[in-house]
């Protein structure tokens, strides 16, 4: 509807808001703050990318600001922060040393305390030892009492235990025989009785335990013989009224066996058939409509050319590309121009900026770096420098001092010896005081020399060599330097971190240049750009006037009424219908019978397939037969749906008889089939029947069947209980006889022990039970022995000796260690005071309190130090960030500032016009087409009911000009839900409305 009102084309409006959205785009990433787009973009663009610009250089400017004013109170604070450092360096060291006396005083106590328990453990373990040996002999000396014994072994003592354990299990025997015997005798009588009894009361059932159920047998197979008879005759008067009803039905087995069920699949069937009809009406119809209308109104596009055709469908599409292009031609050679300005302008403030440096090439900014690490390098070896020459200084302060009191103590002490050597050898004065005078000196001469040896120090002259060596080199280094640096040789620290800021600058300018450089088109480009400009005008100025020459051909009717692409598209429209309605033919006829759609009315009946021939066997079944697809399909447009709830309940009915028949034939079948033997079931029953009333003679069928099963239970019980008699006194007679064998073995056995035994039996007058008495006493005394040797071995293996002097060495040992402790402790007081006293009271827990205590100092001095060193190391690396942070050039940076904060105001007002723009344009459109939409709905409503001839009918067109039909009473529809008639008719109308609108 859009395209059909903008009249020029479709999207000619859109195409230019998009435009201006686009270039809104290149400016600013918030088109979608600004009502341009759905959303903002996710990359800054130019101006997010000057305003980031602008804070980085305002940010530069405030830093290289303030970047020398706290060198000097770094310098001042990192002086305290060493001397503090020395300090709790010493102080660490102290307290190290303590804590390790402490540590070895404390390690040597627990081994004086370990030690003496382990000599009151011994001392304990040597009285226990004691106690087992006295035990031992007193042991010894009581199994002196049995002498008979004394060389006995184990297997004595064992088999006058087994001589005691025959004895008594042959008399256990003996008992056991006496009442077996008994039993057998009770048994024998029960049995007797039982076999008289079965004799005389049950001899006609004894024996025969399946009698009650063969009495059974019989009474079921005649009853069973009863009910088959009865049966038989049932269905064979079933079967007769069965046969009279399916004989008055129609013969619906030509559709099978389940006829109903074919039926009701065969409805759905009949239904889609219907529609397969209806689609090839309504397919021949829209054909013959859409052909009447191309050759009515649209004779001009059936004749013209492919080429002339392509002009007027793509003519809005063309043009607004084609302009597009061009504008968009415009804005890249515009863009070009610009950057190449912007070059040139940046190489111009380059050049003013950075042209007091150009005698220094690109390894002057290395060079600037590596001099202010030297001069940082040389400040700190000089310090060092002057450390170690203060500290030889007062060492060799020092060995001066001792060599002066060396040799003066050395030099009187020999005059001293010299002289009273001399006198007591009887010398004269004169030669005394010489060889004193000699003495004396020779004396503090050596005392000199070997005072010297021990009064330097030769660490820090070390340092100090060091030193003057690094400095020597460094500047050696700083002249090479200064050789590379020509005009700037001799700046200071602070001119040199200026010039490697301005040279990083430099650097940084010179990246940017030549990016700007690489970006900036060559004139070559920008010739290439123009003659792209003139050649996308060129190509929208062909197409105008191939538009112009074929609009010329126009002929007048409906297609002449609107522009290049309404036109061609109106009749695209109705050569689509028309494709459309014969593919949809093609496609049915093809599809359903196989053959084109002239060929489908003269199909014969028995060339169709699957739902087809069904359905023509369903209709020669009811009585309408008919020879040709047409006859069928007109037969299936007459079917109505009382002819099939008619068919349906005489198929069900003829189903249900057939089946029913069916049936009954099986079962008759079943009851009448002869078995394996040849013979029916009526003939195997009777022969079944004579056979059981033989076998249950002389009872007969009519006997009482308690009766007779409770006799035949009674007989059977009494037989089992005779038979468990009869096994329970033959299994009597068999123990007797075991039992008698056993007990001869036993007295055998016993006999023999005996005459082994006689040693230990003659003492005791051959009683068992004293001889075993007198053992059991001597085994006691054995066991106990064993028991005080086996105490004093694990006693003297729990304390890893092999006997109880090596224990007492043992004792002696321990001894040792306790006092070896104790000299060690009082050794380290004597080096160390504050600990504690090796002969005072010590509590264990206010040692170790005291010894974390310590440890806690030591542990607050070590944070401390941590402390004091990462402040010296911050507070060196703040001196060195000061002394080489880079510094921008305020000047040019302020420069730059200015021109990127013009560049932002420029970027705004853009963005501002654009928006403004875009706005006005779309609020222009949307009043444009509110009011056409209220006008077109008025005249499609009317022309709409003129029509139809239903007038109360309303035509709307929404904001996105979408169609909605409602209804006299109030009821929306959509063209989708209207039938293709009244489809067509709402679209024709639309398009008469249109018609007048532009008119």
């Known amino acids: 509807m859009r395209e059909l009102l903008a009249g020029a084309g479709a999207g000619s409006f859109e195409a230019a808001l998009q435009l201006l959205a686009d270039w809104a785009r290149a400016v600013t990433r918030y088109t979608g703050d600004l009502g341009l787009t759905p959303g903002n973009r996710r990359q800054d663009q130019e101006l997010e990318q000057v305003e980031a610009e602008i804070a980085r250089l305002e940010a530069e400017i405030q830093r290289s600001a303030a970047a020398l004013d706290g060198l000097q109170a770094v310098s001042q604070e990192l002086?305290?922060?060493?001397?503090?450092?020395?300090?709790?360096?010493?102080?660490?060291?102290?307290?190290?040393?303590?804590?390790?006396?402490?540590?070895?005083?404390?390690?040597?106590?627990?081994?004086?305390?370990?030690?003496?328990?382990?000599?009151?453990?011994?001392?304990?373990?040597?009285?226990?030892?004691?106690?087992?040996?006295?035990?031992?002999?007193?042991?010894?000396?009581?199994?002196?009492?049995?002498?008979?014994?004394?060389?006995?072994?184990?297997?004595?003592?064992?088999?006058?235990?087994?001589?005691?354990?025959?004895?008594?299990?042959?008399?256990?025997?003996?008992?056991?025989?006496?009442?077996?015997?008994?039993?057998?005798?009770?048994?024998?009588?029960?049995?007797?009785?039982?076999?008289?009894?079965?004799?005389?009361?049950?001899?006609?059932?004894?024996?025969?335990?399946?009698?009650?159920?063969?009495?059974?047998?019989?009474?079921?197979?005649?009853e069973e013989l009863a009910r088959l008879n009865g049966r038989l005759e049932s269905l064979a008067q079933e079967e007769e009224e069965v046969r009279r009803r399916l004989e008055a039905l129609r013969p619906w087995d030509r559709l099978g066996q389940a006829p109903a069920t074919a039926l009701a699949q065969l409805r759905p069937l009949a239904r889609e058939a219907y529609r397969v009809r209806e689609q090839l009406e309504r397919s021949r119809a829209a054909a013959r409509a859409a052909r009447e209308e191309l050759d009515r109104h649209f004779a001009w596009f059936e004749a013209a050319s492919p080429e002339q055709r392509e002009a007027l469908a793509n003519?809005?599409?063309?043009?607004?590309?084609?302009?597009?292009?061009?504008?968009?031609?415009?804005?890249?050679?515009?863009?070009?121009?610009?950057?190449?300005?912007?070059?040139?302008?940046?190489?111009?403030?380059?050049?003013?900026?950075?042209?007091?440096?150009?005698?220094?090439?690109?390894?002057?900014?290395?060079?600037?770096?590596?001099?202010?690490?030297?001069?940082?390098?040389?400040?700190?070896?000089?310090?060092?420098?002057?450390?170690?020459?203060?500290?030889?200084?007062?060492?060799?302060?020092?060995?001066?001092?001792?060599?002066?009191?060396?040799?003066?103590?050395?030099?009187?002490?020999?005059?001293?010896?010299?002289?009273?050597?001399?006198?007591?050898?009887?010398?004269?004065?004169?030669?005394?005081?010489?060889?004193?005078?000699?003495?004396?000196?020779?004396?503090?001469?050596?005392?000199?020399?070997?005072?010297?040896?021990?009064?330097?120090?030769?660490?820090?002259?070390?340092?100090?060599?060091?030193?003057?060596?690094?400095?020597?080199?460094?500047?050696?280094?700083?002249?090479?330097?200064?050789?590379?640096?020509?005009?700037?040789?001799?700046?200071?620290a602070v001119a040199l971190g200026e010039l490697r800021r301005r040279l990083q600058d430099r650097q940084q300018a010179r990246e940017r240049l030549a990016r700007l450089e690489a970006e900036a088109p060559s004139p070559a480009v920008l010739a290439e750009l123009r003659e792209r400009l003139a050649a996308a005008r060129a190509s929208l100025a062909n197409l105008e006037r191939e538009v112009a020459a074929a609009g010329e051909g126009v002929v007048p009717g409906e297609a002449a009424a609107a522009g290049p692409a309404e036109r061609y598209a109106r009749w695209r429209e109705r050569r689509r219908r028309l494709e459309e309605a014969e593919a949809r033919l093609r496609e049915v006829a093809a599809a359903e019978f196989g053959v084109g759609p002239e060929e489908v009315e003269g199909l014969p009946v028995t060339a169709l397939e699957g739902k087809w021939r069904a359905l023509a066997a369903l209709a020669e079944v009811t009585g309408n037969p008919c020879a040709t697809a047409r006859d069928l399909l007109n037969w299936i447009g007459e079917l109505a749906s009382d002819h099939w709830q008619e068919w349906a309940e005489e198929a069900r009915a003829w189903e249900a008889a057939d089946r029913r028949l069916r049936e009954m034939e099986v079962e008759r079948r079943q009851l009448e089939a002869p078995g394996p033997d040849g013979r029916i079931p009526r003939e195997r029953l009777e022969a079944e029947i004579a056979s059981l009333a033989e076998a249950i003679r002389p009872f007969t069928p009519e006997t009482d069947p308690e009766e007779l099963a409770r006799r035949v239970q009674e007989a059977a019980a009494l037989e089992q209980s005779a038979q468990e008699a009869a096994a329970a006194l033959a299994t009597l007679r068999r123990e007797l006889a075991t039992l008698a064998e056993r007990r001869a073995e036993l007295d055998r056995a016993a006999a023999a022990l005996a005459e082994t035994l006689a040693p230990v039996l003659g003492p005791v007058g051959g009683d068992v039970a004293a001889a075993r008495e007198r053992q059991a006493a001597f085994a006691a005394l054995q066991e106990d022995l064993a028991r005080a040797e086996r105490d004093l071995a694990l006693l003297l293996e729990a304390r890893g000796v092999q006997s109880p002097a090596e224990l007492a060495d043992r004792l002696e040992e321990a001894r040792s260690v306790v006092f070896g402790a104790k000299r060690q402790q009082q050794e380290l007081y004597l080096r160390f005071p504050a600990?504690?006293?090796?002969?005072?009271?010590?509590?264990?827990?206010?040692?170790?309190?005291?010894?974390?205590?310590?440890?806690?100092?030591?542990?607050?001095?070590?944070?401390?130090?941590?402390?004091?060193?990462?402040?010296?190391?911050?507070?060196?690396?703040?001196?060195?960030?000061?002394?080489?942070?880079?510094?921008?050039?305020?000047?040019?940076?302020?420069?730059?500032?200015?021109?990127?904060?013009?560049?932002?105001?420029?970027?705004?007002?853009?963005?501002?016009?654009?928006?403004?723009?875009?706005?006005?344009?779309?609020?222009?459109?949307e009043a444009y087409q509110a009011t056409h939409r209220e006008r077109l709905s008025e005249a499609a409503t009317a022309h709409f009911a003129a029509i139809t001839g239903r007038p109360g009918r309303q035509v709307v067109l929404g904001p996105d000009f979408l169609v909605t039909v409602y209804e006299p009473d109030g009821r929306e529809v959509t063209p989708d839900q209207l039938s293709q008639g009244a489809r067509d008719q709402l679209y024709f109308a639309l398009r008469l409305a249109i018609a007048d609108l532009l008119a």
Do not use: C
Not at 325 to 339: G, M
Not at 442 to 452: D, E, K, P, T
């Open 835 to 925: 600990l504690p006293h090796p002969d005072d009271e010590h509590d264990p827990a206010g040692l170790q309190a005291a010894y974390a205590e310590l440890q806690a100092q030591a542990e607050a001095t070590e944070r401390d130090l941590r402390a004091a060193e990462a402040a010296e190391l911050d507070l060196r690396r703040r001196q060195a960030e000061l002394q080489g942070r880079e510094v921008i050039n305020v000047a040019a940076a302020e420069l730059e500032l200015r021109q990127l904060r013009a560049r932002r105001e420029e970027l705004i007002r853009k963005r501002d016009a654009l928006a403004l723009a875009y706005h006005e344009l779309k609020a222009a459109v």
């Open 315 to 492: 003519y809005p599409t063309l043009r607004a590309r084609l302009e597009a292009e061009v504008q968009a031609r415009e804005a890249e050679l515009k863009s070009a121009e610009e950057r190449h300005r912007a070059w040139e302008a940046e190489a111009a403030a380059f050049r003013a900026t950075y042209g007091d440096l150009e005698a220094l090439d690109d390894q002057a900014l290395e060079a600037v770096s590596q001099k202010v690490d030297l001069l940082a390098e040389e400040r700190r070896r000089k310090e060092e420098l002057g450390l170690a020459e203060a500290a030889v200084r007062a060492a060799r302060e020092r060995q001066r001092r001792i060599r002066s009191v060396a040799a003066g103590v050395a030099g009187v002490a020999a005059s001293i010896v010299t002289g009273f050597l001399a006198s007591w050898l009887g010398l004269g004065a004169v030669a005394i005081a010489a060889l004193v005078t000699l003495a004396g000196g020779l004396s503090g001469i050596a005392a000199w020399m070997l005072a010297g040896r021990h009064g330097r120090d030769e660490a820090a002259e070390a340092r100090a060599a060091a030193a003057r060596q690094a400095l020597a080199e460094i500047a050696a280094r700083i002249r090479d330097l200064d050789s590379r640096l020509g005009p700037f040789a001799g700046a200071d």
């Open 79 to 222: 002086e305290a922060a060493r001397q503090q450092v020395e300090k709790l360096q010493r102080q660490r060291q102290e307290q190290a040393a303590l804590l390790e006396a402490w540590r070895q005083w404390l390690d040597l106590q627990g081994q004086r305390r370990q030690a003496l328990r382990r000599v009151t453990e011994l001392q304990e373990a040597v009285r226990a030892a004691e106690r087992l040996q006295a035990r031992q002999a007193e042991i010894r000396a009581a199994m002196a009492a049995y002498p008979e014994w004394l060389q006995a072994g184990p297997a004595l003592a064992e088999r006058l235990a087994e001589l005691a354990r025959l004895r008594e299990e042959a008399d256990r025997i003996g008992r056991e025989m006496a009442r077996l015997e008994a039993g057998a005798q009770e048994t024998e009588r029960q049995l007797g009785d039982l076999r008289r009894r079965l004799q005389e009361e049950y001899g006609d059932v004894a024996g025969r335990p399946d009698l009650p159920a063969l009495h059974r047998e019989l009474r079921r197979l005649r």
